[in-house]
């Protein structure tokens, strides 16, 4: 639903209806009223259904929304009940007015305040005359329907963009890169690994438009397998790692596919097709393997390499990218840039608190992969970038023609 004008001046000038528009609920001003859409609450079996509240407003000469002059309000749905089936205390009574076009009410309601000495008293904000309204009509509706929400505006939003996100990406409007976050609708990525590395190549390519997301990994979450996933994913430890982030992050993104399998030469004809091939195992074969054959099929890649050490005086880290196509391929397989054996006492596999390694493994490998497609700039010719947490230095290298 498109708000219109009336409202984008209501809510420019008044910070508390903006705020609701950007938590995620579907208002309007329309003909001196303030309209919210898709209200949850209980009827009288209990049952989940949904109205729509309005009130009119009192506004100054400068469009500021003035202290509420009456309690009342109007709605459009049933009577709103508690979970144990009594009518809630809203007063008012049946009333029919039309709001606005295709607009007319059911209910009127006058819910009033008591001050402490047990006194109505006159709401003192519009903003609180919105709240009382809101927690009292809903709550009883989000105790009993936990997944139920009032913020129905996300869905609508998300739905209008197109893309499988589930909430609408307002910031790129707002600063007007749309013409950049648009440039991965369509594209097809696969994640080979869902390890610390792969797991927060998940986490930030999900809030993305992107068509599809398919994982690809046959290991279980084990403890320390928590330690080295972004944030908490409750009763991961033993799922495994695609069913566990893919429980997760569909609450973000509605297309991402988890394939409990390892690629092998047996199954590599499962990443034909993709746009894109993130690589975040650590097995130097079938890290050679792989980045082989994408490179000779034309599906561009990053591969993401770790590795830490005992220094004199803590740990040293490294972390590597390397891609995205045969040229990079070619100029660092089976170099430190590329490696195609296992990294021998290391400490990589003895040290769980290394998430920071992770994530900034896996950032540098989004930025490539967003360079890629155009969405960052792109000045350097790099076939490989290792980064050292001892030094901070960066080493590169270069494709030479």
Known sequence: MECGSEFRVLASRNPFVQDLEEQGYLVDFIGGYFLIYGLPYLNDRGELAHGDWASPVDLSAEGLLDPPKDHQAWFRGGRPHDQNGRQLRLGGGANKIKVGEGFETNYSFSYKLLDAAGRARPYA??????????????????????????????????????????????????????????????????????????????????????AEITLFD????????????????????????????????????????????????????????????????????????????????????????????????????????????????EATARTVFLPGDDPQGGEYRRQGQIAELNGLNAALAVVRFKQHFGIYDRLDEAASTIFETSSFEIDRSEVTP
């Open 218 to 329: 046959d290991d279980k979450v084990h403890v320390h397998t928590i330690f080295r996933f972004p944030g908490f994913i409750s009763g991961a430890i033993g799922m495994l790692k695609v069913d566990a982030l893919f429980r997760h992050y569909a609450n973000w993104h509605s297309n991402i596919t988890a394939v409990p399998e390892r690629v092998t030469e047996a199954n590599i004809d499962r990443v034909q097709g993709f746009d894109f091939v993130f690589l975040a195992i650590d097995h130097g074969p079938s890290r050679i393997f792989i980045a082989d054959w994408l490179s000779r099929n034309d599906i561009p890649f990053v591969d993401c390499g770790m590795g830490l050490n005992r220094a004199p005086v803590g740990l040293n880290g490294v972390v590597r990218v390397t891609g995205a196509d045969r040229a990079a391929y």
């Open 125 to 210: 904000t519009f903003g609180e005359k919105v709240q009382t309204y809101l927690d009292t009509i809903t709550g009883p509706a989000l105790a009993a329907f936990p997944d139920a929400t009032p913020l129905g505006a996300i869905k609508a939003k998300a739905a209008e963009q197109g893309t499988p996100l589930r909430f609408p990406d307002t910031l790129s409007s707002r600063y007007h890169m749309n013409d950049l976050s648009r440039l991965l609708e369509g594209k097809r990525v696969a994640i080979v690994g869902l390890g610390g590395t792969g797991s927060y190549i998940l986490d930030f390519i999900a809030r993305t438009h992107l």
